[in-house]
């Protein structure tokens, strides 16, 4: 079928919208019409070339109703509501342990640019298209494989929850599922982007004693201390490790990066107490340490960890919970845009003039009354 799709071509650091075509879902497959995707900081490094072969259609945080299903797909029926989130295979040792965002094939399935087979569904002319994350959600109708679909309540807006399928889910899911913080544990977390933000909603969620957040946008940390953040601390201004050893002494329990810049790295694990545990979930690069001095002389951890270890199809129920209950409140970070401006989205969100743009596919579509 033809579809209208933003494809990322080398070299043009912007999208255009074109006529792709969309092959048929194979028998483990979904069709589903896209309402809204979010847009992720992935999304731009793969849009610079850093993950994924281009041409490619981008997009991984999509949301709509499922129009056809291949002949073996039983989670999800046509007419359901669905998110959609990262590919995982369901099958190696770690997704059997209920770690799929640790897939052994994650990367393969979600970078390297084929479907869950490996061939491709998108087209333009002879060319194959690269799929992102399984999906490919900027344009209005994808193919993606079973596991990337998870049926969402049919009285929530679907341009507020592609979002939850990646940056929220990752920054929300660290804090639950992976560091499982503690009521009464203090942690600190770095950039308050959308990851950050949903780290610290997250946070406050669990009864953190003190959630610390650090950036050196304005606007930003505002939002970090609306949404819970105790202490807020400007990296430009404020001297951050005096502030923090000030209000915990013996250091913080848990320490969360989601810049990935090496020297906030260090600054995130010596301000951790002994045998505390600092977590990486921002693209970053090389990092250099001195192991007995950063780690083994206090028993430091320091790990990295993708999506949030989520099982997404148990996660973003739960994060749409906690938002119905007015705990989770990420739709104060979303800005709609129209999808022909997604180049406008994209350059708003990475100059910070917007926090978690979402781009509509479909204008005619009309959220459900409260």
Do not use: W
Not at 237 to 259: A, F, M, Q, R, Y
């Amino acid at each position: 079928m033809l579809i209208k799709a933003a494809v990322a071509n080398k070299d043009s650091q912007t999208f255009d919208i074109k006529d792709v075509e969309l092959d048929s879902p194979k028998s483990n497959e979904v069709l589903v019409m896209i309402v809204a995707t979010g847009i992720c900081h992935t999304d731009k490094a793969a849009l610079d070339g850093m993950t994924t072969p281009l041409p490619a259609v981008l997009g991984h945080e999509g949301a709509r109703i499922v129009e056809k299903v291949g002949a073996d797909v039983t989670s999800v029926k046509p007419g359901d509501h669905v998110a959609l989130s990262f590919s995982y295979c369901g099958e190696c040792r770690n997704c059997r342990a209920g770690h799929p965002g640790m897939c052994m094939k994650f990367n393969q399935l979600n970078f390297e640019g084929g479907n869950f087979d490996g061939t491709h569904r998108l087209h333009e002319g002879s060319e194959d298209l690269s799929t992102f994350f399984g999906q490919s959600s900027f344009a209005n109708y994808v193919v993606a494989e079973e596991n990337n679909v998870v049926k969402v309540p049919e009285d929530m807006d679907l341009r507020l929850l592609g979002p939850l399928g990646c940056g929220i889910q990752t920054g929300a899911g660290t804090v639950l599922n992976y560091i499982k913080l503690q009521a009464g544990e203090t942690i600190v977390i770095f950039g308050m982007g959308p990851v950050g933000l949903s780290a610290v909603m997250a946070a406050k969620i669990a009864g953190a004693k003190e959630i610390i957040a650090v950036d050196r946008n304005a606007n930003k940390l505002g939002m970090a201390k609306e949404m819970g953040a105790t202490l807020v601390l400007d990296s430009e201004h404020d001297d951050v490790e005096k502030e923090i050893n000030k209000l915990v002494p013996d250091g913080v329990d848990h320490s969360l990066d989601t810049n990935g810049n090496a020297d906030v790295v260090k600054q995130a694990l010596h301000l951790l107490r002994p045998a505390g545990e600092c977590v990486l979930i921002g693209i970053g690069g090389k990092l250099e340490l001195d192991m007995m001095q950063d780690l083994l002389a206090e028993s430091k951890k320091l790990a990295g960890v993708v999506e949030g270890d989520s099982i997404p199809q148990e996660f973003l129920p739960k994060l749409i919970k906690y938002y119905q209950e007015g705990n989770f409140p990420f739709d104060k970070m979303i800005k709609l845009y129209d999808f022909e401006d997604i180049n406008q989205a994209m350059s708003d969100f990475d100059n910070d003039k917007t926090m978690k743009p979402v781009v509509v596919m479909d204008k005619d579509y009309q959220a459900p009354q409260a």
